[in-house]
Structure formats: C-alpha cells, structure tokens
C-alpha cells in the first residue's frame, strides 16, 4: 500500500518506544488519524488507545530480532516508528546503548526482512555538534560532528550511520530521518527541559550562543506528516525563529546565572550531584557555542511549517 498518498486505505502502524515522548506525541495523532485502523505497539510497556494491539518486545533481548520479525510479518505494516530513544535521566550508558544501538540494528534487520514500505526513526539538531566554526545555518548534508563526551548524542551519530547504510541497502523503501530541536513542552522530559526548569540555571560568562527549540505539539505534527511524506532522507525539525541561552531561560521563567568556566563546570557537577537534573556537563559545548539547523527541506518535502516560536515552546515550559 502506497502510504504516500492518503485516503487510499485503511493503515496499520508500527511503533516501538510508545512509552517514550515521542511515542506518546504521535500515538495520540495516529489515534485521531481516521485513515489508521490499528496501531501494533512493539514495546515493554502497553500504553492506552482503542486502535492498539500490543505485543511485548524488549529490544535488548538477544531474541529481539526475531520477535520483531515474526509481529512484522504475521500482519503486514504500512509504516514503522522507531522511537525507542533515551531522553530521561541516563543512569546506565550500557544499557542505553544496548536499547539504542543493537535495538536499532535488530529493528532494521527486521524492517529489511519485513520489506516494509516505510520506516521513520528520530534524531536530534545536536548530531551536527556545537562548534565555533559551525556555518550560521546547518542543513542536513553537514558534518556529523556530534559530541564526543557524550554518549547521549554519539549513539545518536552511530544510529543515524546505520539507518543510512540501511536505506542505500534498501532503495525501495522509504527511510525518514527526522532531525529535532530541542523539544520543549509540559509532557516533555529531556536534557533541555531539565535544563530550562531550573529556577536559576548557570551559563557560561561571556557566551550566549543561539539556541532553537520545538514546540511539542509541533512535534508531534511533524511526525505525523512523515507517515504520508513523498519523500526520503534526513530532515531538521526547527521551530520558528532563534534565541540567546539567556533569553530562553527568561522565557522558560528561569534566571540565567553567568559564571566562569571553572565555576561554571563546578555548578554542573553539583547540580547533578544532589539530582537537580540540569544539562549534563558532557553536553557543556552546547552552551559554548550556536548550532542552528536550516528547516526549508522540512517544509518543501515533508511540507512542515512550525505554529510555534521558540519562545512560545520555552514559555510552556513555565506553565508545567
């Protein structure tokens, strides 16, 4: 079934990481959506909604593969979400990377197998690295740059890595790659959210880089528009407009703290330490320097345009 073009159909859809904040933004969608009939939930966890049928997948199990496999094939899908990503607090690298990098190599051993019409996995704006010679604008052919202390954004770099090689493997399949800046929003839990709630969140003295941030509600509507796109390969995910860190935290109804580098990582370490869930210090480059992604494919292909400034996003974040 050409997914494509709506209206041709009743549509089943795949979702692993339903539990999660992105499977919980699209899962509402795709509730609404009358075109969906069924919703096949690939997860640890059921979650609520009248279209789901749930079968119970722990992506780190050494069977992984084959469960997904025979749940994909027993019915066929129209589409397949990937979602099964970390954003909470990570306690356990090790076990994160099992759940994002071998979870991620057992779904697309299934998907090829399955020989799915559609696949769409989510990535992050923070993939291209936060550098003092990044190009005023990201676009999505720019250097993967990543983070290097962080293991958070470089499973992120070595996921996108197999869901490219994947999709050269499998050019008759569509294979979307969604790109997001920070998700702000009340139902959201992620190291920009921590960061922002804050009462006082320290910065670094002089430095104010430029920051994007995505609505949730954009978020889920950028999602929901991957399941019909005409369209393949990677896209940034950006709300309207740009902000200083500074201007974000006011926003977000927070006071920015300016200190110096020392003092600064040493306020980090400590936040973290009594459980105040700020920005990691790994992520530290991120306040250093801009990193802001173009979103004119995000609009020409996959016709996504933001409802929400970034100030808007970071402003819910007050009301939560």
């Not at 709506?6 to 795949?14: E, F, N, T």
């Not at 899908?77 to 990098?101: C, K």
Request: glycine share 8%; proline share 7%.
């Amino acid at each position: 079934m050409d997914v494509s073009r709506p209206g041709k159909g009743r549509l089943r859809i795949a979702v692993t990481g339903a539990s999660g904040d992105y499977g919980r933004l699209l899962l509402s969608r795709l509730d609404q959506d009358p075109d969906v009939e069924s919703i096949l939930v690939l997860d640890v966890v059921r979650p609520e909604g009248d279209k789901v049928e749930f079968h119970r997948v722990d992506l780190t199990r050494y069977d992984a593969e084959s469960e997904l496999t025979d749940a994909l094939t027993e019915r066929p899908v129209d589409a397949l979400y990937h979602l099964a990503f970390l954003f909470g607090p990570i306690r356990n690298g090790s076990l994160a990377h099992e759940l994002e990098v071998i979870g991620t190599m057992n779904v697309l051993t299934a998907a090829g197998r399955s020989r799915l019409p559609r696949l769409v996995v989510p990535s992050l704006t923070a993939v291209y690295g936060a550098r003092g010679n990044n190009p005023a604008m990201l676009r999505e052919d720019s250097a993967l740059q990543g983070c290097p202390h962080s293991r958070f954004v470089t499973d992120k770099v070595e996921v996108e890595g197999q869901v490219r090689a994947f999709r050269e493997r499998h050019p008759e399949m569509r294979v979307l790659v969604l790109r997001f800046a920070p998700v702000l929003g009340p139902s959201v839990d992620n190291p920009a959210t921590r960061f922002l709630k804050n009462p006082v969140v320290p910065t670094l003295m002089g430095f104010d880089p430029l920051w994007q941030g995505l609505h949730e509600d954009d978020a889920a509507r950028a999602l929901h528009l991957a399941l019909r796109a005409d369209a393949s390969g990677e896209f940034n995910i950006v709300g309207r407009g740009v902000m200083p860190i500074s201007g974000l935290i006011q926003q977000a109804g927070a006071r920015p703290l300016p200190l110096p580098g020392p003092l600064f990582r040493a306020g980090l370490h400590t936040l973290d330490a009594v459980g105040a869930g700020t920005l990691p210090v790994a992520l530290l480059d991120y306040i250093h320097y801009s990193w802001v992604a173009d979103g004119e494919r995000a609009e020409s292909a996959l016709g996504f345009i933001p409802l929400h400034h970034v100030r808007d996003a970071a402003a819910a974040l007050k009301r939560s």
